[in-house]
């Protein structure tokens, strides 16, 4: 599926989009208009089956993605909103600030600013991150995560996934739909351009049944069905619930966090053409 057909463009005007307010309506209609051209979507059916909401697990190249992924995605599931985790840091740059908060992000505070007196702008107090997300989940709204938790321009090479996008999918009962975006002209020039034709690889839809149960046990559980279980029913309604406090439990869980994230970077790896060594 292209978005810079003729079909398409005129699909992307069509749409209504009614869930967003009528200026960022245009605004993505816009972005998507003009850059449509570089989008390539393959196996978009599967985008069609993945039930709602989800986490959709994305590998990250450059700047210019940031912008049109989301627009695409927004505009593929006609308007519904999907919360990327985006750096505090974008917030206060005005166009693009301005239109990462039209799909209500969570913004993430673990890291500095590069540039040191940005610093001064980073709020005291930072919500949770996986409370937000249990939130949206809960609102029926989707999820948006980078697991490299940062750019990589490396052309074949992954970073490590971090371990909170495992613990975020055992806190949720959603699947997750890995999707690799790979860029035609990495292998020609060797390097990750700043804006060129990428293709959204869409993977299956992953549900860490039998990790989930795990989880659960994990935290006190006699039962084995997560859905009889009522300490992870209360993850999965995105509320609060008891904590391994042993250091052996602890270890087990970073653990359970990490499998989870490999297992979902492999998924990504074999989607976008860069190896996943770890």
């Known amino acids: 599926m292209w978005l810079g057909s003729f ?4 699909d992307i ?11 960022a309506r245009w605004t993505l209609k816009f972005v998507l208009f003009m850059f449509g051209r570089l989008i390539y979507i393959d196996n978009p059916q599967r985008l069609k089956n993945c039930p709602w909401p989800a986490i959709f697990a994305l590998n990250h190249n450059n700047y210019s993605e940031s912008i049109l992924v989301p627009c695409t995605l927004i505009l593929f599931y006609g308007g519904k909103l999907i919360s990327f985790l985006v750096h505090w840091v974008f917030k206060l740059f005005p166009f693009i600030g301005w239109m990462l908060k039209q799909i209500n992000p969570i913004w993430i505070y673990n890291r500095r600013a590069r540039v040191g007196w940005i610093n001064k702008f ?3 107090r930072r919500p949770d991150i996986f409370e937000q997300a249990r939130l949206r989940l809960r609102q029926g709204q989707s999820i948006g995560i980078f697991p ?3 750019r990589n321009n490396n052309p074949y090479k992954l970073m490590r996934g971090r371990m909170g996008l495992g613990r975020m999918v055992l806190e949720s009962h ?12 990495k292998d020609r020039r060797r ?6 034709k990428m293709i959204l690889k869409i993977g299956k839809p992953l549900y860490f ?5 795990k989880f659960g046990r994990m935290h006190g559980s006699e039962d084995e069905n997560e859905t009889e279980n009522p300490r992870l029913q209360r993850v999965r309604t995105g509320g609060n619930f008891p904590r391994p406090v042993g250091s052996h439990d602890r270890k087990q869980l970073l653990v359970l966090y990490a499998e989870v994230s490999h297992r979902i970077m492999k998924e990504i790896s074999g989607l976008c053409g860069k190896k996943y060594p770890y």
């Open 7 to 10: 079909k398409a463009k005129r």
């Open 13 to 23: 005007l069509s749409a209504p989009l009614r869930k967003i307010n009528f200026i």
């Open 122 to 124: 980073k709020p005291f």
């Open 148 to 150: 490299e938790g940062t």
């Open 174 to 185: 959603v699947p997750v739909l890995p999707i690799g975006i790979d860029f035609p002209g």
């Open 191 to 196: 390097k990750i351009p700043v804006l060129g």
């Open 209 to 213: 049944t039998d990790e989930r149960k």
